[in-house]
């Protein structure tokens, strides 16, 4: 059909004309009691209450410095209540937020450059202030500013827009910490390394280190090489789960994997690294075997160990605990719990969610004095999942951890999976 105005061509099923807007014939034949059908006319809607709908602080200043206009969000950020008349009302009575009214009257004296819709977006950057909300949180903001002209072009005032750009502006900070915390543990192996290959070279006749001194540093050097190798394949495994997830990970499933002899095989290699930690296997039964990737499985209770050995400083008990679980919610078919238990430092309540997430470390002293990425569990996590099973921790501050992985016995079917999914 035709618009009844325009003439231009209108789908029968549309209520508007796109071209000039007037109803089509559809439109005026539908009951407008049906609100879907009817749209609202601009007049209906103030200029107030579309401002106050948006996400973004808007807030116009006339050149005399005074309020001409602020929305709901930016009344939010500047903590001014809602039913408060502003209009008219000079900004520094209300505005008080330093960084905030030190670009107002910056823009005030000199007048502006526009921070929108600038065709060099690098010279014009935005202003960057950060606020406390009302839980005492930071929030990071961008502030453009924009100038604002009567139809005679002359100064009606300064448009600033408020916008949140707190995650980015986190995730920018994170991951310059990311860079530095892999650079400090990729040097921190070198410097050994670097250390005893020179003393070695240096004494040439071999007249100042007999053979066991000798040997010592080259055992020095051969674990940092481990270290760093391990840095490494894990810096790989990062990027490898995350561009394929656990699907990608390659499996060598065995069927009759004994979990007791995996812990004895981890425990021999964690040893050499501790004289201040006893360690203990408590298995009920005696040993239990599983469906599992057993060079993996090996992997997922080393990180456990290592850590536990990390996180307690001062020596204590390393258990590990295995027991059979029934099938339930969270796995439904007979499955495994392995746990790895330290009397070490525990870790916050608060971390505790952020657990296995992408380089997190608990924010404390005693995680920095141990160093780390915060990789290790991430890929952990992503070894259990591929064995369908799950992790969880318990924890108290001063008193210790338990990293539990909990497995089935036997991997689902293909075809139950495929069901699942
Ligand atoms: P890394 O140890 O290299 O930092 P992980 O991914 O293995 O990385 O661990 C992440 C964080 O979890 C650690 O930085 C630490 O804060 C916390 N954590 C892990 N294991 C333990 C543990 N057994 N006791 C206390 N905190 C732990």
């Not at 929305?71 to 900004?91: D, E, M, Q, S, T």
């Not at 107002?104 to 909300?133: F, M, N, V």
């Not at 280190?209 to 190798?229: C, S």
């Amino acid at each position: 059909m035709s618009c009844p105005n325009c003439r231009s061509q209108v789908l029968n099923t549309w209520l508007y004309c796109p071209k000039c807007g007037t109803p089509t014939p559809l439109a005026s034949g539908r009951s407008t009691s049906d609100p879907s059908l009817t749209l609202p006319s601009a007049s209906q809607i103030s200029p107030e209450r579309i401002l106050d709908r948006l996400d973004v602080g808007v807030l116009l200043i006339t050149p005399r410095g005074r309020i001409g206009q602020i929305n709901a969000a930016a009344r939010v950020l500047f903590k001014i209540p809602a039913n408060l008349n502003l209009l008219g009302k000079p900004c520094t009575e209300f505005i008080s937020h330093e960084a905030c009214m030190t670009i107002i009257k910056r823009h005030l004296a000199d007048g502006i450059q526009p921070t929108l819709h600038t065709e060099d977006e690098d010279t014009q950057k935005p202003d960057e202030i950060s606020i406390k909300d009302e839980k005492d949180q930071e929030l990071v903001y961008h502030v453009y500013a924009t100038p604002l002209l009567d139809d005679a072009h002359a100064p009606v005032g300064t448009i600033y827009l408020f916008q949140d750009i707190t995650d980015l502006h986190n995730a920018a900070q994170r991951k310059a910490e990311y860079v530095s915390i892999v650079a400090h543990e990729l040097r921190t192996p070198l410097t050994p390394m670097k250390g005893f290959v020179r003393t070695l070279l240096d004494d040439e006749k071999e007249e100042w280190y007999d053979a066991p001194t000798r040997r010592e540093f080259y055992t020095i050097i051969d674990e940092n090489v481990d270290r760093l190798r391990r840095l490494v394949n894990n810096l790989l495994g990062v990027s490898r789960v995350e561009e394929l997830g656990p699907d990608g990970i390659e499996m060598n499933w065995e069927f009759n994997v004994g979990i007791r002899k995996v812990a004895e095989e981890v425990l021999e290699t964690q040893r050499g690294r501790t004289d201040k930690h006893t360690f203990v296997l408590d298995f009920e039964p005696e040993d239990i075997e599983i469906e599992a990737d057993r060079e993996k499985l090996q992997n997922i209770l080393q990180y456990f160990v290592s850590n536990a050995i990390k996180y307690s400083p001062d020596g204590g008990e390393v258990r590990i605990i295995a027991r059979l679980k029934p099938a339930d919610a969270e796995i439904p078919c007979d499955s495994v719990s392995i746990g790895v238990r330290d009397q070490g430092m525990g870790i916050p309540p608060a971390f505790l969610k952020k657990v296995g997430k992408k380089f997190e470390r608990a924010d404390n002293a005693g995680t920095r004095k141990a160093g780390g990425t915060g990789i290790g569990l991430y890929l952990t996590k992503y070894l259990i999942a591929a064995h369908h099973g799950i992790m969880t921790v318990e924890s108290e501050v001063g008193k210790g951890s338990t990293f539990w992985v909990r497995v089935p016995l036997k991997q689902p079917e293909p075809k139950i999976l495929e069901m699942a999914q």
